[in-house]
């Protein structure tokens, strides 16, 4: 691979690997089968990916729809210049109806409030707005329990401007060992699906499998699918692995800026949690929780440079960390610092940074904020 332009000044950087995607996808859409549509999640900037370059990845990998969460992100992509269908699954207010219309999006819809003024928007623009209802089967947010969505559909039938396009539900449990809720969720879900069909309410995308569900549920695909975090080759289990090869798509490089020797009891970062009782060599590395670098990596996180595992020592601060390279001699200001990700053949992959932070991997990616560049590939 060709050395990668940086912008000027650059320090930090994400690494976006567009061919991952592509090749994530296309595990997907092998493992789903052709007659399965894919709807691939970019929301909140494509889980940390961005949104623009990782939506076309996807779609020219074989997606047929994207999904994002709000408005704001769906007229993103929209001015961006993807003309590929949009659902908003979050709540868009009544005062969205006429950007929902002005943009060609899909939406979710769980009140007659927004119905109403949806279907305003659509009729006074001469328009068709395609709604997706959204059934609560048991994860306990947002959408109407199953008893609710009939009559909800009735009411909703008979707006105009309005198309019950699809219907769709979220798995609470789909990545634990135990697969009974996700059944009984998908049960529930079916039942709601066949007492709309008793009254000739039929909706042509009926889907309610994530990635985990992708997975490990054949039996829910049904109209079609919305992997979001195998998307980016990150896996959504800690329980259990994927049955198909994941790429993962971010890296995060950062430079060594020092390289100095901290003397023996010479407190290090905030606080001094970390107060070396020998002569330590350490580099400076400048990436921070300002960065969307975890500050529970506090003396637990570590770093890859030189093929070779640092600690991090100290509190992680805003701008910046410490790690330990008194084991790495080679280490000299300039190197490439690995965050997560690979080097060569070691790898410190975005799950084991999320167990050393206490967290999980959709974070770990999700986190990083704007100010660290992303470059693509």
């Known amino acids: 691979m060709a050395d990668l332009i940086l912008p000027p000044g650059t320090v930090t950087w994400a690494e976006i690997d567009l061919a991952a ?10 493992h789903v089968g052709s007659q399965v549509q894919v709807i691939a999640v970019v929301k909140a900037n494509a889980y940390g990916h961005g949104a623009v370059q990782a939506a076309p990845a996807a779609l ?19 001015e961006a210049g993807i003309e590929a269908p949009v659902l908003v699954m979050g709540y868009v207010p009544a005062d969205g109806a006429s950007d929902l219309v002005r943009y060609r999006l899909s939406v979710s819809l769980t009140t007659l409030e927004c119905a109403k003024a949806y279907s305003g928007a659509a009729a006074a ?19 109407l329990l199953p008893e609710e969505v009939l009559p909800f559909c009735r009411a909703v039938r008979g707006l105009p401007g309005l198309e019950l396009e699809g219907i769709f539900t979220h798995f609470c449990t789909a990545d634990a060992a135990d697969p009974s809720y996700m059944e009984l969720q998908f049960d529930r879900f079916i039942a709601v699906i066949e007492a709309c069909k ?18 490990r549920f054949p039996r829910a695909y049904l109209d ?15 329980d259990w692995e994927s049955p198909f090869p994941l790429q993962p798509v971010m890296t995060l490089k950062s430079r060594v800026v020092r390289v100095r020797e901290i003397p023996a009891g010479w407190g ?36 890859l440079l030189h093929g070779k595992r640092a600690p991090v020592l100290g509190r992680v601060s805003m701008d910046q960390i410490i790690i330990d390279v008194t084991g790495i001699p080679e280490t000299e200001e300039g190197d490439i610092a ?28 999700t986190a990083i904020l704007p100010r660290v560049a992303r470059v693509y590939h």
């Open 198 to 215: 008793a009254e000739g309410i039929n909706f042509r995308l009926r889907h309610c499998c994530n990635s985990a569900a992708v997975m």
């Open 21 to 30: 995607i592509s090749a994530n996808i296309q595990a997907i859409r092998r």
């Open 268 to 303: 290090i970062g905030y606080g001094r949690t970390f107060v070396p009782e020998k002569p330590t060599r350490v580099a400076l590395i400048p990436v921070g929780y300002g960065d969307g670098y975890h500050r529970s990596l506090s003396n637990r996180g570590v770093v």
């Open 60 to 78: 020219e990998a074989g997606a047929s729809r994207l999904a994002v969460h709000r408005l704001v992100e769906a007229i993103e992509l929209r």
């Open 338 to 365: 690995i965050l997560f990700g690979t080097d060569g053949k070691v790898a410190l992959r975005a799950e084991e940074i999320a167990a050393m932070a206490g967290t999980i991997n959709y974070e770990v990616t």
């Open 125 to 143: 623009a001469g328009a068709i707005l395609p709604v997706h209802v959204k059934v609560d089967t048991g994860m306990g947010r947002y959408g």
């Open 224 to 238: 079609a699918v919305r992997p979001g975090i195998a998307m980016y080759g990150l896996q959504p289990s800690s």
